[in-house]
């Protein structure tokens, strides 16, 4: 293996700030990907006051617009250090009112879904789900019929991870020597989670307080793995590596990067598959191998109706963050709406009331919209293209809202 290069002196600074925010939110530093001796002395270096990594912070953000840098590494940086310096507010105990703090954080706009859009999907859910009796008994139901145990799960991940790796590479290539560990864990506020742990590996946590679904397999781990956060990581990397881009050379959470990463996560999965592959693909290799027998023709047209409660979590965070609703009432607007089960809906409580998390669950139903809307205006070649550009390439979420607005060509150059 190579020496990993060191740090630009941008990169430096980015680095400084974003171990100094990692002192006072623990976990904001999903990855670090740079050399040892810096990450010695960035873990040595003296605590710094939320008033000092302000300070730190605004400075680096003052020093991008001189850097002899491409206007999209200016962009996506600038992006990049507001996000966390608003990440340094917060710590700094200022009041940041909720749609705010999540503007800041991921560079879009939140906002709440009506109800009488889920209202009307889960009129179609009626009429989809088998059984009689109220719509979210049934949907509960209906998934309990695809549940399947931990060591069930990993020999249905056995024959699923493959054939996912197999289809990326007709889209993009992927470094030598890159893999996937997978482990089953428990007690997290997340249902699977990738650690990227440099050079092209991954591990995949798939957590097992919650049940596992047979038909939600694929698409987890077309998500945590093939072309999702694995993938992205794994490509994203050489802009570090072979670029020299110093900032590559970690991944924190809660800035725009994040939506982006998660837009290309909830993809993934039709990335590689149309809806008829997708049901051939369910039939004949994942059922069989987790000993079950399904509908797949009738689960994507559930499927297809669930994607439009997607947003519920953010509505329910909006709830809890903004009008200040009682926890009960959130569980309670997350088994209505989200369809979900008491345990599953207090589970997505948790993740939305962490203090880490809580702005963060807007990147899953946002991505997916932005993401999907800009690669969906393009043909089929196109399409794979800008899929790539999203993979290997700097990109604000504002940056796709700009080139979805503008035009339905091809990228701009």
Known sequence: ????????????????????????????????LGPEDARAALNGAPPL??????????????????????????????????????????????????????????????RATPEAIYDAAIADLDHLLPGDGPVAERMVQWRNGFTIAPETAHRVVDVILPALRERTLDIVDLPDGEEIEIRMVSDQP????????????????????????????????????????????????????????????????????????????????????????????RRDLVYPAAGISGDPERELAIGAAQRVLRSVPGNAALLLHEERRDPEEVVTYLQRYALSSEAEARQRLRFIADPLWRAYIFTYHVGYELVSRWLDDAPPAERRRRFRTLLTEQISPSQIAEWGTRDAGPLPA
């Open 190 to 281: 997340w249902g699977g989670y990738n650690w990227y742990l440099g050079a092209g590996r991954s591990r995949v946590d798939l957590n097992t307080d919650l049940p596992i679904y047979a038909y939600r397999l694929t698409d987890l781990l077309a998500h945590e793995g093939y072309p999702g956060h694995h993938t992205e990581h794994a490509l994203k990397e050489r802009l570090y590596t072979e670029e020299g881009l110093g900032e590559h050379a970690l991944q924190i959470i809660n800035t725009p990067e994040c939506l982006i990463s998660e837009g290309i996560a909830t993809v993934a999965e039709k990335m590689l598959f149309s809806p008829e592959e997708l049901v051939r693909f």
């Open 1 to 32: 293996m190579r020496d990993k290069p060191a740090l630009d002196d941008l990169g430096q600074g980015y680095a400084r700030l974003a171990f100094g925010i990692e002192r006072h939110i623990p976990g904001f530093i999903d990855a670090y």
């Open 49 to 110: 006051t939320p008033a000092e990594l302000l300070a730190m912070g605004r400075k680096l953000l003052a020093r991008i617009p001189a850097l002899d840098a491409p206007a999209t590494r200016k962009g996506y940086l600038t992006k990049q250090v507001e996000a966390m310096l608003a990440n340094v507010r917060r710590v700094a105990g200022e009041e940041i009112p909720y749609r705010e703090e999540v503007r800041l954080l991921f560079d879009i706009e939140p």
